[in-house]
């Protein structure tokens, strides 16, 4: 399976921009990036997917590298509640399943 | 629409006791999920289905049973509980298939069992 690379944590303070990296050099040119993020004491929901071109929606944007290689997450205004773990999750193509690794924890400072 | 619910919410089984989680979908999507989800921990997928009357084997199966009878339901069953067994249980659904694998699986609440 094509893995994804996240930091173990990060911390960012409220109403601030927060970038989360995620790296996937293994990804192949059919591979969906997909990111979920699981609130405390929730299930994941579902953030945002994209193939190659930038995305926007409106819970946060996803950057994708030229090469595809990597992803950045951008949430442009941090509030407390997205304090949550975020994984970064790549859907192979004709794949039934996704894989969650261990994801970022993101905590948002008042 | 309710989306996809669990039931029950909480249980506390003996060692040796046998459960069933219930978990409902009303988007008509042709796969669901079973996950669990130990503390600290991400999700590990247990079983799936990717149709009414199709079950397949995820990362950890085993000790657990999953029946799809219905497209709309996806049970999982612990015939025999061990405390290995203690976590949260998340059911999820997609239409994975319809949308070009675009996977956006939509989560129940989760089910916190407990194994004395």
Redesign the interface.
Same mark, same amino acid.
């Given at each position: 399976d094509a893995k994804t690379t996240q930091p173990n944590s990060m911390e960012s303070n409220e109403e601030e921009p927060v970038h989360l990296p995620c790296n996937h050099s293994t990804i192949s040119g059919?591979d =969906?990036i997909?990111w =979920?993020r699981q609130l405390p004491s929730?299930?994941?929901? =579902?953030v945002i997917?994209g193939l190659t071109s930038n995305v926007n929606n409106r819970m946060a944007s996803l950057a994708i590298a030229e090469d595809r290689k990597s992803s950045t997450l951008i949430l442009h205004r941090a509030t407390l509640r997205d304090a949550a *773990?975020y =994984?970064c /999750?790549l859907? /192979?193509?004709?794949?039934?399943?996704? *894989?969650?690794?261990?994801?970022t924890r993101l905590t948002i400072n008042p | 629409n309710a989306g996809v619910t669990q039931t029950p919410k909480f249980r506390v089984l003996k060692t040796g006791q046998s459960m069933t989680l219930l978990c409902a979908q009303d988007m008509n999507h042709e #796969?669901m #999920?079973w !996950?669990r989800q130990d503390p600290g921990? +991400?999700?590990?997928?247990i079983h !799936?289905s990717?149709g009414e009357g199709t079950t397949?084997k +995820? @990362?950890v199966p085993d000790g657990y049973n999953v029946s799809r009878l219905k497209k709309q339901n996806f049970l999982l069953g612990l015939e025999s509980a061990a405390p290995s067994q203690t976590s949260v249980y &998340?059911c999820?659904s997609s239409n994975?298939?319809l949308a070009n694998?675009?996977? @956006?699986? #939509? &989560? +129940?609440? +989760?089910t916190r069992l407990t194994v004395t």
């Amino acid at each position: 399976d094509a893995k994804t690379t996240q930091p173990n944590s990060m911390e960012s303070n409220e109403e601030e921009p927060v970038h989360l990296p995620c790296n996937h050099s293994t990804i192949s040119g059919t591979d =969906y990036i997909h990111w =979920y993020r699981q609130l405390p004491s929730q299930g994941p929901e =579902y953030v945002i997917h994209g193939l190659t071109s930038n995305v926007n929606n409106r819970m946060a944007s996803l950057a994708i590298a030229e090469d595809r290689k990597s992803s950045t997450l951008i949430l442009h205004r941090a509030t407390l509640r997205d304090a949550a *773990v975020y =994984y970064c /999750i790549l859907g /192979i193509q004709g794949a039934q399943k996704l *894989v969650f690794g261990q994801g970022t924890r993101l905590t948002i400072n008042p | 629409n309710a989306g996809v619910t669990q039931t029950p919410k909480f249980r506390v089984l003996k060692t040796g006791q046998s459960m069933t989680l219930l978990c409902a979908q009303d988007m008509n999507h042709e #796969y669901m #999920y079973w !996950y669990r989800q130990d503390p600290g921990m +991400g999700l590990r997928l247990i079983h !799936y289905s990717v149709g009414e009357g199709t079950t397949a084997k +995820g @990362e950890v199966p085993d000790g657990y049973n999953v029946s799809r009878l219905k497209k709309q339901n996806f049970l999982l069953g612990l015939e025999s509980a061990a405390p290995s067994q203690t976590s949260v249980y &998340f059911c999820a659904s997609s239409n994975a298939v319809l949308a070009n694998w675009v996977h @956006e699986q #939509y &989560f +129940g609440p +989760g089910t916190r069992l407990t194994v004395t």
